[in-house]
T-cell receptor
Framework: DAGVIQSPRHEVTEMGQEVTLRCKPI?????LFWYRQTMMRGLELLIY????????DSGMPEDRFSAKMPNASFSTLKIQPSEPRDSAVYFC?????????FGPGTRLTVL | KNEVEQSPQNLTAQEGEFITINCSYS?????LHWLQQHPGGGIVSLFM?????KKHGRLIATINIQEKHSSLHITASHPRDSAVYIC??????????WGAGTKLIIKP
């Protein structure tokens, strides 16, 4: 298996633009997590899904953030409109039992 | 007080030294993870354990459930071990609760 796949790896956009981050979990994994990492706040859990259903989105910072998982092999994290303070590395991880496997991350820069 | 506390926050050592990173937690858990993040940014899961001890190469992880404490040890440390080491516990819900990380630098 190729592991968790995220795209794009790097994204640079201007304030106010819509940003969509994508994640393909490891086949057979039933949990999917979206994390954000910044220097100031470290690694934060934004939302996680179980069997494509959002279970806990209490970490989503505000209404500008939304996440979907239309099927077991794909998830998106959307920011609309983006702001400079959204600049961070966004990680997706998937899990079958307990151990989480992380994607390479998407480095987002909002100018 | 944070639910997961790591110590030290920063650690610099010479190549070959024995390294210990500690993690204490205050919530009930079913599993504890040790992860490694290299300067390039990728996150790798090193261990997942719920009791006892695990060993992988020069890395050893132990956990004491009664004391709510875990340690990560690195024997014969090497500059390529330089990274941030993160302790995370699986809390009451499914999500992981993260420690702040320990930045380890091994000098040649």
């Amino acid at each position: 298996d190729a592991g968790v796949i995220q795209s794009p790896r790097h994204e640079v956009t201007e304030m106010g633009q819509e940003v969509t981050l994508r994640c393909k979990p490891i086949s057979g994994h039933d949990y999917l997590f979206w994390y954000r990492q910044t220097m100031m706040r470290g690694l934060e859990l934004l939302i996680y899904f179980n069997n494509n259903v959002p279970i806990d989105d209490s970490g989503m910072p505000e209404d500008r953030f939304s996440a979907k998982m239309p099927n077991a092999s794909f998830s998106t994290l959307k920011i609309q409109p983006s702001e400079p303070r959204d600049s961070a590395v966004y990680f997706c991880a998937s899990s079958f039992y307990n151990e989480q496997f992380f994607g390479p991350g998407t480095r987002l820069t909002v100018l | 007080k944070n639910e997961v506390e790591q110590s030290p926050q920063n650690l610099t050592a010479q190549e070959g030294e024995f390294i210990t990173i500690n993690c204490s937690y205050s919530v009930g858990i079913s599993a504890l993870h040790w992860l490694q993040q290299h300067p390039g940014g990728g996150i790798v899961s090193l261990f997942m354990l719920s009791s006892g001890k695990k060993k992988h190469g020069r890395l050893i992880a132990t956990i004491n459930i009664q004391e709510k404490h875990s340690s990560l040890h690195i024997t014969a440390s090497h500059p390529r071990d330089s990274a941030v080491y993160i302790c995370a516990v699986k809390g009451p819900n499914y999500q992981l609760i993260w420690g702040a990380g320990t930045k380890l630098i091994i000098k040649p």
